[in-house]
């Protein structure tokens, strides 16, 4: 039982290259949610799905995208990377409905030089 | 602006003891609020939440607490064991949110022999 995989775990990318971050689920939960985390800082939310088919702008967006590809899969997208999008990336699934803890994956360290 | 702060960066504790960590939030709209506990290269992992509608909770070691009035919540580890040792984040989510989290900047957390 994985729960959250997020690929690849590691990542060294040079300024203005692009590059896509997966993230797939086996919980069977609804809503997924791209967080990053900075030195020194709470995780930030990037972007979320609510359910299937949405995805909606968290607090930090700019400068990525995603792509809810089915029920078990949510990607972040860096079109082109930039050294302030060096951080920690997470990935995070929650059931749905009143009261529901998310649960995390275990991270993709991003480096942009 | 940070909604949620946790304002303890460290906390050294001995083992057996007590360890109480502390969070306040700005927002009157929070109506769930969570703690998570982060191991380095790893994802944070849920560990105990409480609704607005409570004011204790408890889960074996770990209880939380909350005071509406004074928007503050914290979280009590009896006995504090050296596994205990983490960066624990506080973090919370708003009425009809879709379960988006706000969270603090965490407290590093050292239990000592």
């Known amino acids: 039982n994985a729960g959250v995989t997020q690929t690849p775990k590691f990542q060294v990318l040079k300024t203005g290259q692009s590059m896509t971050l997966q993230c797939a689920q086996d919980?069977?939960?609804?809503?997924m949610y791209w967080y990053r985390q900075d030195p020194g800082m709470g995780l930030r939310l990037i972007y979320y799905?609510?359910?299937?088919?949405?995805?909606d702008k968290g607090e930090v967006p700019n400068g990525y995208n995603v792509s809810r590809l089915n029920k078990r899969e949510f990607s972040l997208r860096l079109e082109s990377a930039a050294p302030s999008q060096t951080s920690v990336y997470f990935c995070?699934?929650?059931?749905?409905?009143?009261?529901?803890?998310?649960?995390f994956g275990d991270g993709t360290r991003l480096s942009i030089l | 602006d940070q909604q949620v702060k946790q304002n303890s960066p460290s906390l050294s504790v001995q083992e057996g003891r007590i360890s109480i960590l502390n969070c306040d939030y700005t927002?009157?709209?929070?109506?769930?609020f969570l703690w998570y506990k982060k191991y380095p290269a790893e994802g944070p992992t849920f560990l105990i939440s409480?609704?607005?509608?409570?004011d204790k909770n408890e889960d074996g070691r770990f209880t939380v607490f909350l005071n509406k009035s004074a928007k503050h919540l914290s979280l009590h580890i009896v006995p504090s064991q050296p596994g205990d040792s983490a960066v624990y984040f506080c973090?919370?989510?708003?009425?009809?949110?879709?379960?988006?989290?706000?969270f603090g900047a965490g407290t590093q957390v050292v239990v000592t022999p």
């Open positions: 995070a699934t929650r059931l749905g409905g009143s009261n529901q803890p998310q649960h």
């Open positions: 919980m069977n939960h609804n809503s």
């Open positions: 799905s609510a359910s299937e088919g949405t995805t």
């Open positions: 927002n009157s709209m929070f109506d769930y």
């Open positions: 409480i609704s607005s509608i409570k």
């Open positions: 973090a919370a989510s708003a009425i009809d949110s879709w379960g988006k989290l706000q």
